[in-house]
Each structure stands twice: as C-alpha cells, then as structure tokens.
C-alpha cells in the first residue's frame, strides 16, 4: 500500500513564502512522489510542478520562477518551494505518485495567500 501526506500549508501574506513536503509511506518500496498538483473549489485540479525520475522537472507557467521543487529520494520525499506568493496561488495542493499502474494521492494541505 502507498500512503501519501503532504504538509507545510497555511496562511501566508502576499510575498511571502511557504515550503510544503510530500512523503510516502510504503512497506514494500522506495519511491518518491512524483509531482504537486492544485486545485481551488469548483475548478479543476491543474499541474503545479513534476519530477521525473531521471531529474526532469516541468513547471506550469504560471509558477515558472516562483516555485522550486526537489527530491530527497533517502527520505522518499519531494519538497516544493514557493516564493513571492500572490493571492492566487490559495488553492489545496495535492501530491501524487504512479505506482504500479495505479495513481495514488495525497489528502491535500491547503495553502491561503491573504494579508
């Protein structure tokens, strides 16, 4: 079973900053997540940030040079870094990861930009 919990979320005024971590929990394997996802209510959720296994990361536009997002694969745990944060990036972020021909999310840590 592949267990995912994000953390880190919160209350953050415009410009600032917030770092969230995703890990997995597995008995049987060492994986790391493989990306942040987002979703505001009403809407869907969209692609923040992914990583590949071979280190290739994608970043959707809208973050480009706001958001970093690295792996500690020891720990089985990916970080995603956000700066210069702006009202719109409130939204639930969500990590997941592709094991096995299965898709596994997380329960979600909601992030708010307000001052």
């Known amino acids: 079973q592949v267990q995912l919990v994000e953390s880190g979320g919160g209350l953050v005024q415009p410009g600032g900053s917030l770092r969230l971590s995703c890990t997995i929990s597995?008995?049987?394997?060492?994986?790391?997540?493989d990306g942040w996802y987002r979703q505001t209510p009403g809407n869907q959720r969209e692609l923040v940030a992914v990583?590949?296994?071979?280190?290739?990361?994608h970043f959707a536009d809208s973050v480009k040079g706001r958001f970093t997002i690295w792996r500690d694969i020891a720990k089985n745990t990916v970080y995603l870094q956000i700066n210069n944060m702006k009202p719109e990036d409130t939204a639930t972020y969500y990590c997941?990861?592709?094991?096995?021909?299965?898709?596994?999310w997380g329960q979600g840590t909601p992030v708010t930009v307000s001052s």
């Open positions: 990583i590949a296994s071979d280190g290739e990361i």
């Open positions: 997941n990861v592709l094991f096995s021909g299965a898709l596994y």
């Open positions: 597995s008995s049987s394997v060492s994986i790391t997540p």
